[in-house]
Nanobody, 122 residues
Framework: EVQLVESGGGSVQPGGSLRLSCAAF????????MDWARQAPGKGLAWVSS????????HYADSVKARFTISRDNDKNTLYLQMNGLETEDTAVYYC?????WSRGTYHFPHRGQGTQVTVSS
């Protein structure tokens, strides 16, 4: 059974940093696409960043490019998201996910964890 467990969220001031972690169980995360997605208050789920199988390629949404860094530890089967220069617009529940697909004009994430809250405010 695929299980993803996120941690590391919290409250920070604008300009601050957080590092999210995602422990994967039931499958080898390095063998498949892995994503971070987020859901801001009152909005739908939005893709943030992804890691290709084997970790050869990473991608970022324009809104987080140059501020966020996705990484992984294959020995620990764990995915990370280092978030620097946080802005109030980054406030959201962040999810680790796999199995992403595109349908009806949006991404869908059928396998994701319970999420971790990130709040950026002064």
């Amino acid at each position: 059974e695929v299980q993803l467990v996120e941690s590391g969220g919290g409250s920070v001031q604008p300009g601050g940093s957080l590092r999210l972690s995602c422990a994967a169980f039931g499958f080898t995360s390095s063998s498949t696409d892995m994503d971070w997605a987020r859901q801001a208050p009152g909005k739908g789920l939005a893709w943030v960043s992804s890691f290709s199988p084997g970790g050869a390629t990473t991608h970022y949404a324009d809104s987080v490019k140059a501020r966020f860094t996705i990484s992984r530890d294959n020995d620990k089967n764990t995915l990370y998201l280092q978030m620097n220069g946080l802005e109030t617009e980054d406030t959201a529940v962040y999810y680790c996910a796999t199995g992403r697909y595109w349908s009806r004009g949006t991404y869908h994430f059928p396998h994701r964890g319970q999420g971790t809250q990130v709040t950026v405010s002064s």
